[in-house]
């Protein structure tokens, strides 16, 4: 089962010149590997000598024969992707070479392999195989350990054909504990909730590199954190689901999952979306501005995203309640909610005085609280005293 005629890893399949040159230094390996996997259709030769034709003669002769050969290059690439084939200047490209001068970082390089099992699935069980080999009768403990990561990480970001499916799972079962189990377990999680679209994440590098399981910090609007145990195939519906049934909420309409890295929000909703696959792209992004993937400042924020006429009335939930009024009030502070009457603030104010600190009103307590109450830039026009007579 485990041999292939194949050259390792096949990577003479790949489509296109490699654009590591044309790329910056710090680019994400999967931005350059989708580049270089992809072809642009106005770079085949088709296209080239087409657009040469129409410059020597424009004639309308020629400009039909120009759309004739761009819809046949243009048709011709859509068959090389399906099969995967490489044509012209792209066998001179050398990954080997690429990987020496550019990708030095231990997760850098896996995002190479692992990016073309993510990105080529006729490519996946080639890669298995290669591993498997790899753990096969190797005499040194630090290969098989290494060997064995490899696997972990594989497993848990795409699956083999249904046809080896069952010979991975044997050779699983046959490895050294806790390997075995644990490579199981990502295996089927990942049948289950289907292949990546990142390559694994430094955090989940770190975990299996210290053979520990992850947890996720989820920020709540009102203020505390809780810290959720997964896995990479873990999705945002499955972090909401657990969350909700940890703090008791019951009402739980419109509640999704939110991932923040240098300023920008990104929404994973409640759906299938891999939430390690936000990280990694999080952890890109920061790899782009220079910044170390172990120091990507990314959050995830559970929050309300959809609020419904409703609200409270379907399910009488304290715990929603409390959640969406801090969201609110955080969000008029912030700016992300815009109150446009002085009413509707000062309102807003007298409520949450009301709720802190209840129906006897201290002026001294209220002109101390303004500042958490209305937002800065109204304060700062209209002055503490006058926002303290309309509270």
Same mark, same amino acid.
């Given at each position: 089962?485990?041999?292939?005629g194949?050259? #390792? +890893? ?13 790329v910056?230094?710090?680019?994400p390996?999967?931005a350059?590997?989708t580049? @270089? ?10 296209y080239s000598?087409?657009?040469k ?9 020629d400009?039909?024969?120009?759309? %004739?050969l ?10 090389e ?6 044509e012209?200047?792209a066998l001179k ?6 990987l ?5 970082n231990?997760?850098?390089k896996?995002?190479?392999?692992i ?9 996946r069980?080639?890669?298995? $195989? ?8 190797n ?9 064995w990561?490899? +696997?972990a990480?594989?497993?848990g ?8 499916v069952?010979?991975?799972?044997? &050779?699983?079962?046959?490895g050294?504990?806790p390997?075995?189990?644990?490579c199981?377990t ?17 955090h989940?590098l ?5 053979q ?17 145990e997964?896995?990479?195939a873990?999705?945002?519906? =499955?972090?909401?689901?657990?969350l ?9 309409f419109? &509640?999704?999952? &939110?991932?923040?890295?240098f ?12 939430v390690? %696959?936000?990280i990694?792209? $999080?952890?890109?992004d920061a790899? =782009?501005?220079?910044?170390a993937?172990?120091d ?8 309300? =995203?959809? &609020? ?7 399910? #009488?939930? #304290?715990?929603?309640?409390?959640l969406i ?10 700016g ?5 009457q002085?009413?509707?603030?000062a +309102? ?7 709720v802190?600190?209840?129906i ?5 307590s ?5 500042p ?8 700062k026009?209209?002055?503490? @005293?006058?926002? =303290?007579?309309?509270?």
């Open positions: 089962v485990w041999a292939s194949k050259s #390792p +890893m096949n990577l003479r399949m790949v489509t296109h010149r490699a654009m590591a040159a044309k910056n230094a710090n680019a390996v999967m350059i590997l580049a @270089t996997l992809s072809r642009n259709v106005t770079n085949a030769s088709d000598q087409a657009i034709l129409l410059k020597k003669e424009n004639t309308m002769k400009k039909n024969k120009l759309l %004739d761009s819809l046949a290059s243009k048709n011709k690439l859509k068959k992707l399906s099969r995967g084939k490489l012209g200047n490209s050398s990954y080997s070479q690429w020496e001068n550019t990708r030095s231990i997760l850098q896996l995002h190479f392999i990016g073309h099992g993510i990105l080529r699935p006729e490519l069980d080639e890669i298995y $195989c290669q591993v498997c080999k790899q753990l096969s009768g005499p040194s403990t630090v290969s098989q350990a290494r060997g990561a490899l +696997m990480l594989c497993v970001c795409f699956a083999p054909s249904p046809r080896l069952p010979y991975l799972r044997s &050779f699983l079962d046959q050294p504990s390997y075995n189990q644990f199981r990502r295996l089927q999680r990942t049948l289950q909730n289907g292949t990546r679209t990142q390559p694994p994440s430094w989940e770190n975990a299996i590199r210290n520990q399981s992850m947890t996720l910090a989820v920020n709540l609007c009102d203020g505390s954190t809780k810290y959720m997964a896995d990479s873990i999705t945002a519906q =499955e972090i909401c689901s657990q909700s049934d940890h703090i008791g909420l019951q009402d739980r419109g &509640f999704s999952l &939110f991932i923040t890295v300023g920008e929000t990104i929404r994973l909703e409640a759906g299938s979306q891999h390690m %696959d936000a990694c792209r $999080c952890e890109q790899a =782009e501005r220079g910044v993937e172990r990507t400042p990314w959050q995830l924020v559970f929050r309300k =995203e959809m &609020f419904a006429p409703w609200q409270g009335l379907s399910v #009488p939930d #304290p715990v929603a309640s409390n009024y801090r969201q609110v009030v955080r969000g008029v502070k912030a992300e909610y815009r109150l446009t002085e009413a509707e603030i +309102m807003m104010a007298a409520q949450q005085y009301y802190d600190h209840g006897n009103l201290v002026p001294a209220l002109r101390s609280d303004l958490e109450y209305i937002p800065a830039r109204q304060l026009q209209s002055g503490s @005293t006058y926002w =303290e007579s309309l509270v």
